[in-house]
């Protein structure tokens, strides 16, 4: 963030805008995890590559 000597009022204003956004952002990419985890079946996981451990390549 680019802090002006003109403007020092906005600066907490604009500051606690971006952790809103931050927050809210992180709501929904925790709740698409969360239903991304219910889609699979039982006993599956994700490896750090995004693909299921089964073996089987995405593509």
């Not at 996981?45 to 995004?50: A, H, M, Q, R, V």
Request: net charge positive.
């Amino acid at each position: 963030m680019v802090q002006t000597k003109d403007t020092p009022a906005e600066q907490p204003e604009a500051e606690a805008a971006a952790t809103a956004a931050a927050e809210r952002k992180a709501a929904i990419l925790a709740e698409k995890a969360a239903k991304h985890a219910r889609s699979l079946p039982p006993g599956v996981d994700l490896t750090p590559y995004g693909t299921a451990a089964s073996g089987k390549r995405k593509g």
